[in-house]
């Protein structure tokens, strides 16, 4: 969390973001590594993969929401869902950014427009997807598919899914391409049916 400048980061989306951030988020996923460091795959221990660790990051705001986290918090519910809005807007400015050339400060005016954040918090974002090509856009792919893979193995499992198991099967890969995961997740559902 960059706090250059605390203003960037109302009260409303400190739930939400500590989620992303903390637990069940990237700190659970690097302590859960860490406790697990010599059953990591070599080439997930040396290369990130963008679209798997902030696809779990969003994915752990979810299971916030779902787990009742905002139940007593009616501020922190409007920043989870603000949040999702600054996630969607995010995959306009970066497609407008590298696909329809839109300049910085279109991008900039733009997305304060359609989230009502500072232009100061904007500036930063908008500068990191000038950058990083794609990146903006690997939050939400990742967090799509974890949840299409969830999804899957409900099915497969019906009362046998274990949220927990499930979960588990995902962050020890240690971070793996997408394409990859599913073929984890269908091991996880063949050994659970065993």
């Given at each position: 969390?960059?706090?250059?400048?605390?203003?960037?980061?109302?009260?409303?989306?400190?739930?939400?973001?500590?989620?992303?951030?903390?637990?069940?988020?990237?700190?659970?996923?690097?302590?859960?590594?860490?406790?697990?460091?010599?059953?990591?795959?070599?080439?997930?221990?040396?290369?990130?993969?963008?679209?798997?660790?902030?696809?779990?990051?969003?994915?752990?705001?979810?299971?916030?929401?779902?787990?009742?986290?905002?139940?007593?918090?009616?501020?922190?519910?409007?920043?989870?869902?603000?949040?999702?809005?600054?996630?969607?807007?995010?995959?306009?400015?970066?497609?407008?950014?590298?696909?329809?050339?839109?300049?910085r400060q279109k991008a900039i005016d733009w997305m304060v427009a359609a989230?009502?954040?500072?232009?100061?918090?904007?500036?930063?974002?908008?500068?990191?997807?000038?950058?990083?090509?794609?990146?903006?856009?690997?939050?939400?792919?990742?967090?799509?598919?974890?949840?299409?893979?969830?999804?899957?193995?409900?099915?497969a499992l019906g009362p046998k899914y274990d949220i927990r198991d499930f979960?588990?099967?995902?962050?020890?890969?240690?971070?793996?391409?997408?394409?990859?995961?599913?073929?984890?997740?269908?091991?996880?559902?063949?050994?659970?049916?065993?």
């Open positions: 969390m960059n706090l250059k400048d605390t203003g960037a980061w109302p009260r409303y989306t400190l739930a939400s973001l500590t989620a992303h951030e903390a637990i069940p988020g990237h700190a659970w996923q690097g302590a859960y590594l860490a406790e697990r460091a010599d059953q990591i795959h070599t080439i997930s221990a040396l290369v990130g993969f963008g679209a798997f660790a902030e696809g779990w990051g969003l994915y752990s705001e979810q299971l916030a929401d779902e787990f009742g986290l905002y139940a007593d918090d009616p501020m922190g519910r409007l920043g989870y869902f603000q949040a999702l809005r600054f996630r969607a807007a995010r995959l306009v400015v970066d497609t407008g950014l590298h696909d329809k050339r839109w300049s989230t009502g954040r500072s232009v100061g918090a904007v500036t930063s974002e908008v500068d990191r997807y000038c950058a990083s090509p794609g990146q903006a856009c690997a939050y939400k792919t990742g967090h799509n598919e974890i949840v299409r893979l969830r999804n899957k193995a409900k099915a979960n588990d099967a995902v962050v020890a890969t240690g971070g793996t391409p997408l394409s990859v995961l599913e073929t984890v997740i269908d091991r996880y559902v063949a050994a659970a049916k065993a």
